[in-house]
C-alpha cells in the first residue's frame, strides 16, 4: 500500500455500509460475510488502465489511495488484531462508492445545507493543510529545541515530599489525637490506634507526593516543616481532619532532553503556528465589524482594526 497523506471522509458509514443492520463488529462482519457472497460484475470492456485503479464501480474507477485513507480511519483506534482485512474493508468501501454515486444521482450535493457544510469542511482542510506547509518549511533543528529546554529547564526542581497522616472523622478527635502527639506519643502508634481510611494499614503513608499532587490544604502546612515534624494543627479537607507527618523530603532533577524532546517540539510548534498568524495578520488589513448590543471580545492586535457599527 502506498503511502499517503492525511485524508478526511466526513461521513464515517463504517457499520451501515458494510451490513445496513446493527451497530457492533460481529453484526458488521456477519453482514459483511453475506454481502461478500454476492457476484461482483467484472467488466471485460472497463479494464482500468492505471495500475493505481484497485476497483471500478459502475464504469468509476476506485483508486488505491482513497481506499487507502479509508482503511487508515477505519482502523484508527482499532487494535492491531481486530477483524478488519482489507478483503472486507473494500467491500465497505465500495458500498461507500455506491452510496456516494446514488446521493451525487439524486442531486444531493446541490442541496444548500449540503453545500454550506462541504463549504466548511473544504475551509478547514486548507487551513490545516497552511499550518503543515508552514511547520515543513520551518523545521525545527535538535539545537533549537534544546536550547529552549535548556531555557526553560535549567533552574527547574522538582520538590517531592513522603508523607504519613493520621485521618480522623471529625474535628474532636482530631484534637484529642494531636494533644497526645504533643505530650509526646508515638506518631506510628497513634495510626494504628486512631486512623480510619485504607492508609492506616500502611502506617498511615501517603507515598512520594510533589508540590504539584498534594492537596490544597496540605500545601501550607507542608512549607514550613522539616524531615521528621508534624503539622501542629490538624488540617480539614473532603475526606476529614488530618494530622499530617512529613517522613521525608527530596528533590527531583528533571527530565533529560531526550525523555521529552517530543513534548519540547509540540510546544515549539505551538509557537510556530502563533508566529505563522503574527505574520499574516501583519500584512493583512482587518476590519472587525463590533455591534453595539453584543461586542465581540476581542483583543487589539497589530493588524486588526476595530471599528463600530450600530445593527440598529
Known sequence: MKTIKKFAITLLLAVSLTACGGGSDEKSSAATEKTSDMPMKKSSSMEPKDSNVIAIVNGKNILEENFAAY??????GKPKDSNLSD???LDEFIN????LQDAEKKGLQENKDIKKELENQRRTLLVNAAFNDYVLKNPLTDEEMRKDYESRMSELKLTEYRLRHILLTNGDDATAVMKALNKGGDFLTLVKKYSTGPSASEEGLLGWQSEFDLLPEFRAPISKLKKGEYARTPIKTQFGWHILY?????ITPPPKFEDVKDRVRVVLQRRQVEDYFLKLRTSAEINIVEFEDSAPNIPQHQGVNIKSYSNN
Open 71 to 76: 482503511v487508515k480511519q477505519r482502523k484508527a
Open 87 to 89: 478483503a472486507r474493508m
Open 96 to 99: 461507500f462508492e455506491l452510496a
Open 246 to 250: 512529613l517522613d521525608d523530603i527530596r
